[in-house]
């Protein structure tokens, strides 16, 4: 049985090692073709925007009392209207009894016409058929609300990150993932037909701030990894990245399963009680782009940033260093290996009698540190010569006078 806890705290130490580094071309070619797909979603079925950005009307059956093949009786309700008008129809909720039909512009007499006929249909008075009119000069101003608000996230995204790495690169980094995050979201709206409402685009911007904040903190430890890695000529950039994304990769993991859990459950009871609306709208939004964007965090974002600092100098010089540093390693393991002794092994090798037989025959001696009457394999066996002060030992040494005779 895998042991989760000592797994992470494995990949923590380096102990064990996921090359997400080594592989990038393979996780770009992964995101290549998600984002073709869904650049030939937003191509071919375009977005279903709500009646909020395209205008139009909207009825509102409440308290129908036969609901069965709402939508083919609704829909003819409408051709009767006006007929060849396309019409959105939908079921707030399922254990609700509310029939919600979208159609473009219609005319007053039409509306009063349609209210009537949806009334007829469903076994209702009147008045308890409700009709409203959105502009469409209201859905243009809210679109283009959404898209310069967007902008300015984007720049004032990458001026305060490039600030605070000191780094133009990871900054660049981060808003590759970022996109990649938008356009894979977008996508997957346009290619399952879900409606987009101006609750998806609050949904939206909220995703794109979780993504970053979760590609921000896998960056502060690449940033502390390498600084280290610069400083001893140990490891390479990549390597100092890539142990950097195994120390966080844990926590990415957790922190999206905990954020995803109540996602999901508000997910559950608005498919099956509550119905389409703002609720439904917003979590599915999070529940999708939350996803991606702890994918992108672990396998875009910082191999995009190695790859953008491959080619500098300094990178290329503190590889050449590294790679030195392990022909050295390698080279005294090997020794260490031919003489038996092994790496490390000397560190853990206990004291010998032998070892400490030219100490004990100095402390004879007096302050000269001849051996005297020591035996020559005992002298044999002392690895190395032993300081005098190191054979007499502090407690032989002449004491201080005391601070009034000083």
């Given at each position: 049985m895998i042991n989760f806890s000592q797994f992470g705290n494995d990949l923590y130490t380096g102990r064990r090692s996921i090359p997400f580094i080594a592989h990038r071309?393979?996780?770009?070619?992964?995101?290549?073709?998600?984002?073709?797909?869904?650049?030939?979603?937003?191509?071919?079925?375009?977005?279903?925007?709500?009646?909020?950005?395209?205008?139009?009307?909207?009825?509102?059956?409440?308290?129908?009392?036969?609901?069965?093949?709402?939508?083919?009786r609704a829909r003819d309700a409408v051709q009767q209207v006006s007929p060849g008008q396309a019409a959105n129809i939908t079921k707030l909720g399922t254990s609700s009894s509310t029939i919600r039909v979208q159609t473009e512009q219609l005319t007053d007499a039409q509306n009063n016409d349609l209210r009537a006929a949806l009334a007829k249909e469903f076994g209702v008075g009147t008045n308890e058929v409700s009709a409203s009119f959105v502009g469409p000069s209201w859905g243009q101003s809210v679109t283009q609300q959404a898209l310069r608000a967007l902008v300015v996230f984007l720049v004032l995204t990458f001026l305060v990150m490039a600030i605070y790495f000191r780094t133009w690169k990871m900054s660049l980094a981060a808003m590759i993932a970022l996109l990649h995050d938008m356009v894979i979201t977008v996508g997957v709206y346009a290619l399952t037909g879900l409606e987009v409402s101006p609750a998806t685009m609050i949904g939206f911007l909220t995703v794109l701030g979780y993504s970053l904040y979760d590609t921000v903190v896998v960056f502060d430890k690449v940033r502390e990894n390498t600084q280290e890695a610069f400083g001893n000529k140990r490891r390479t950039y990549?390597?100092?990245?890539?142990?950097?994304?195994?120390?966080?990769?844990?926590?990415?993991?957790?922190?999206?399963?905990?954020?995803?859990?109540?996602?999901?459950?508000?997910?559950?009871m608005g498919f099956t009680v509550l119905g389409p609306g703002t609720l439904l709208d917003l979590s599915l939004v999070l529940f999708i782009g939350m996803a991606i964007g702890a994918y992108s965090s672990i396998f875009i974002a910082t191999p995009a940033?190695?790859?953008?600092?491959?080619?500098?100098?300094?990178?290329?010089?503190?590889?050449?260093?590294?790679?030195?540093?392990?022909?050295?390693?390698?080279?005294?393991?090997?020794?260490?290996q031919a003489k038996g002794t092994g790496p490390g092994a000397g560190a853990e090798e206990p004291a010998t009698s032998e070892g400490l037989e030219p100490a004990v025959a100095g402390r004879g001696t007096g302050s000269t540190g001849s051996t005297g009457s020591a035996s020559p394999a005992s002298t044999a066996s002392t690895p190395r010569t032993i300081h005098p002060y190191a054979q007499t030992g502090p407690r032989n040494q002449p004491r201080r006078k005391p601070k009034s005779q000083r």
């Amino acid at each position: 049985m895998i042991n989760f806890s000592q797994f992470g705290n494995d990949l923590y130490t380096g102990r064990r090692s996921i090359p997400f580094i080594a592989h990038r071309r393979r996780w770009y070619a992964a995101s290549a073709v998600l984002v073709l797909i869904a650049l030939l979603g937003l191509g071919v079925k375009h977005l279903n925007l709500g009646l909020e950005f395209t205008g139009g009307s909207e009825f509102r059956v409440a308290a129908a009392t036969n609901v069965d093949n709402y939508e083919s009786r609704a829909r003819d309700a409408v051709q009767q209207v006006s007929p060849g008008q396309a019409a959105n129809i939908t079921k707030l909720g399922t254990s609700s009894s509310t029939i919600r039909v979208q159609t473009e512009q219609l005319t007053d007499a039409q509306n009063n016409d349609l209210r009537a006929a949806l009334a007829k249909e469903f076994g209702v008075g009147t008045n308890e058929v409700s009709a409203s009119f959105v502009g469409p000069s209201w859905g243009q101003s809210v679109t283009q609300q959404a898209l310069r608000a967007l902008v300015v996230f984007l720049v004032l995204t990458f001026l305060v990150m490039a600030i605070y790495f000191r780094t133009w690169k990871m900054s660049l980094a981060a808003m590759i993932a970022l996109l990649h995050d938008m356009v894979i979201t977008v996508g997957v709206y346009a290619l399952t037909g879900l409606e987009v409402s101006p609750a998806t685009m609050i949904g939206f911007l909220t995703v794109l701030g979780y993504s970053l904040y979760d590609t921000v903190v896998v960056f502060d430890k690449v940033r502390e990894n390498t600084q280290e890695a610069f400083g001893n000529k140990r490891r390479t950039y990549a390597e100092a990245a890539n142990l950097a994304v195994n120390q966080t990769v844990v926590r990415s993991i957790n922190t999206t399963v905990v954020a995803l859990l109540p996602i999901a459950a508000v997910l559950v009871m608005g498919f099956t009680v509550l119905g389409p609306g703002t609720l439904l709208d917003l979590s599915l939004v999070l529940f999708i782009g939350m996803a991606i964007g702890a994918y992108s965090s672990i396998f875009i974002a910082t191999p995009a940033l190695v790859s953008l600092r491959h080619n500098e100098p300094a990178v290329q010089e503190l590889e050449k260093a590294a790679a030195k540093f392990h022909t050295r390693q390698a080279k005294k393991d090997a020794e260490a290996q031919a003489k038996g002794t092994g790496p490390g092994a000397g560190a853990e090798e206990p004291a010998t009698s032998e070892g400490l037989e030219p100490a004990v025959a100095g402390r004879g001696t007096g302050s000269t540190g001849s051996t005297g009457s020591a035996s020559p394999a005992s002298t044999a066996s002392t690895p190395r010569t032993i300081h005098p002060y190191a054979q007499t030992g502090p407690r032989n040494q002449p004491r201080r006078k005391p601070k009034s005779q000083r």
